[in-house]
């Protein structure tokens, strides 16, 4: 069993930049895979970006690419989410999920564990 806490998001204006991190108790991070999803109101959960389990292979959904870097620190057991250039429609909840597989998962149902989530709001 993992448990995961996610921080870091707020209110930030267009173009700004925020980093949020998701710390796990319970199980170290190094045999995790993970991943960052959001759902903003009244739409589905959607993929964000993943990191392997040894956190050498990343890969990201097309919105986000070239804005968002995931990175792992597995002495820290902490994963976060750098984003930048951020946009109106980045606003929604972030969530981090972990899992014990060995490849990279870019589908919601491939994760067995998730964070509360946390709140992003970009304004205009």
């Known amino acids: 069993q993992v448990q995961l806490v996610e921080s870091g998001g707020g209110l930030v204006q267009a173009g700004g930049s925020l980093r949020l991190s998701c710390a796990a108790s319970?199980?170290?991070?190094?045999?995790?895979?993970m991943g960052w999803f959001r759902q903003a109101p009244g739409k589905e959960r959607e993929f964000v970006a993943a990191i392997s389990t040894i956190g050498g292979t990343t890969t990201y959904a097309d919105s986000v690419k070239g804005r968002f870097t995931i990175a792992k620190d597995n002495a820290k057991n902490t994963v976060y989410l750098q984003m930048n250039s951020l946009k109106p429609e980045d606003t929604a909840v972030y969530y981090c999920?972990?899992?014990?597989?060995?490849?990279?998962?870019?589908?919601?149902?491939?994760?067995?564990?998730w964070g509360q989530g946390t709140q992003v709001t970009v304004s205009s």
């Open positions: 999920a972990a899992d014990q597989g060995m490849v990279l998962a870019t589908r919601a149902s491939a994760y067995d564990y």
């Open positions: 319970g199980r170290t991070l190094s045999s995790f895979r």
